[in-house]
T-cell receptor, first 110, second 113 residues
């Protein structure tokens, strides 16, 4: 069974701090990874994609991939209360199906 | 349209009835996907379309579930003889091709009484 594991949280950080979200995946064959943000009652919104080892930065977000350790992370700098949501890590399986973790709930307090 | 459009947004039906859920992908996106999200189960893959064909149906939970796509655009997910465990949010996503990022619609919240 191919799996993506995330700590469910909640992860609580003060406004302006760095939030660090992590996930691990079981299938060494996975090549593409995605982070989605999901607000309560809403659908997932794509925020980052990463395909190769190392860091990828987009604004306040940095995704990190380490294929040897089968580990993906998302850093959110200068966290804002509007970042409070559930963050879903997903691995692309055979180029088609996204395998999702259960999500980490982030709470940013002002 | 600008994004993935799904209808209806909410559907309440009685156990044993058939339901049809519709998805209109982002214009120009050739790949279309159905997922469902239920409490405690997370997001699970159901089926993938490339054009009008479905090379990956591995996630359909039973033969009561079927889907089709016509004209390389709109897709319909049909659930026959609905059961209470079918209650979930059904999400459609599309992408510009194989392996590309998937963008989700707002979903259809299905409740089986």
């Amino acid at each position: 069974q191919k799996e993506v594991e995330q700590n469910s949280g909640p992860l609580s950080v003060p406004e302006g701090a760095i939030a660090s979200l992590n996930c691990t995946y079981s299938d060494r064959g996975s090549q593409s990874f995605f982070w989605y943000r999901q607000y309560s009652g809403k659908s997932p919104e794509l925020i980052m994609s990463i395909y190769s080892n190392g860091d990828k930065e987009d604004g306040r977000f940095t995704a990190q991939l380490n294929k040897a350790s089968q580990y993906v992370s998302l850093l959110i700098r200068d966290s804002q209360p509007s970042d409070s949501a559930t963050y879903l890590c997903a691995a692309l399986e055979a180029g088609t199906a996204l395998i999702f973790g259960k999500g980490t709930t982030l709470s940013v307090s002002s | 349209g600008a994004g993935v459009s799904q209808s209806p947004s909410n559907k309440v039906t009685e156990k044993g009835k058939d339901v049809e859920l519709r998805c209109d992908p982002i214009s120009g996106h050739t790949a279309l996907y159905w997922y469902r999200q239920s409490l405690g189960q997370g997001l699970e893959f159901l089926i993938y379309f490339q054009g009008n064909s479905a090379p990956d149906k591995s996630g359909l939970p039973s033969d009561r579930f079927s889907a089709e796509r016509t004209g390389g655009s709109v897709s319909t997910l049909t659930i026959q003889r609905t059961q209470q465990e079918d209650s979930a949010v059904y999400l459609c996503a599309s992408s510009s091709g194989y392996g590309q990022p998937q963008h989700f619609g707002d979903g259809t919240r299905l409740s089986i009484l």
